[in-house]
């Protein structure tokens, strides 16, 4: 009879230990996920995602929003931009990996910060709804492509490119020679038919006619308050009223659980490299060379 005791007492021992090692596991794993694990709302939480800076790389948002589709304890999804917008293909990653999530089941909902525009706002109209503070700036529907003339600088010292190429069109936006024409249209026919892909993303996205919308989509910025009017934007409100937005379109009653990723702390190269950037897009140059951007300047 005591061995029986002696024996349950070490299986229940053994099975404590597997299900706090199993428990650490879990915390850790969570941990190097970038996601505060949370004990409250088990029943259903709300994933935040942020998007903040220029839009250059959709990867580490797109695991993100893969990550959160896959959590099925994670009813709803909260978007929270502040953001100029960025580059063409990136932009429309997202849009695609917030549309993915919302024909999975879960709703979700725009949170518009300080600046949401251009490429930001292209990726919030793949939401469920939209919520803007009177005060944001948004709108800047267009595409822009610059790259900066240098022929006259490296004349004065004396430096000259010699290019060999297979077709006319093979260097097109050469910063070492003004553009032609010929080139000039061409790459306005691609902007064209980029900016066709954003007006056609903002009707799917948010139910509108591209007649209501073409008056608007010349490049202008306009405040959350007029966006409203417009018909851009569903409500006004902070980033608090988007949560309790999507929880309710996520069936979680009280107070949700919120999972999100830590913000990396960025050392002062990376606010260096950053600020580089930045002058660079400014200034139209590019270590990628021209590219096609969803961005207010």
């Known amino acids: 009879m005591a061995q029986n005791r002696w024996l349950l007492g070490c299986g229940l021992l053994i099975a404590g230990t597997v299900a706090m ?17 949370s004990l409250a709302g088990l029943g259903g939480r709300v ?20 990550r959160l589709e896959r959590d099925s304890s994670v009813r709803a999804v909260v978007l ?12 429309q990653e997202m849009y695609e990996a917030v ?46 492509m610059s790259f900066p003339n240098t022929e006259e600088l490296f004349r004065k010292v004396g430096v000259r490119l010699e290019v060999v190429k297979t077709g006319k069109f093979k260097d097109v936006g050469s910063i070492w020679r003004p553009m032609t024409e010929e080139e000039r249209k061409l790459l306005q026919d691609v902007l064209t038919n980029v900016y066709d892909q954003f007006v056609d993303a903002i009707v799917e996205g948010r139910s509108l006619n591209r007649e209501d919308i073409l008056p608007y989509a010349d490049g202008r910025v306009f405040t959350g308050d007029q966006a409203l009017d417009y018909g851009f934007v569903d409500r006004l409100g902070d980033l608090d009223d988007a949560i309790n937005m999507a929880a309710k379109l996520g ?31 400014a200034a139209g140059l590019s270590s990628k060379g021209p590219r096609l951007e969803y961005r207010l300047r």
Do not use: W
């Open 21 to 37: 090692i199993a428990l650490a596991f879990v915390v850790v794993n969570m941990a190097l996920n970038g996601d505060r694990p």
């Open 47 to 66: 994933g935040l995602v942020e998007i903040v800076g220029e839009i250059s790389d959709s990867e580490p948002v797109v695991e993100q929003l893969d």
């Open 80 to 91: 929270r931009l502040d953001s100029p917008g960025g580059g063409v293909a990136a932009s």
């Open 99 to 144: 549309r993915k999530i919302r024909e999975d089941g879960k709703p979700v909902v725009a949170s518009l910060a300080g600046v949401a525009a251009s490429g930001a706002f292209y990726v919030a109209c793949a939401a469920d709804s939209i919520v803007s503070n009177p005060g944001t700036l948004t709108g800047s529907i267009g595409v822009i």
């Open 251 to 281: 069936g979680i009653h009280g107070k949700p659980s919120i999972v999100r990723k830590e913000r990396r702390r960025g050392s002062l190269l990376d606010l260096l490299d950053e600020k580089l950037n930045l002058v660079g897009a």
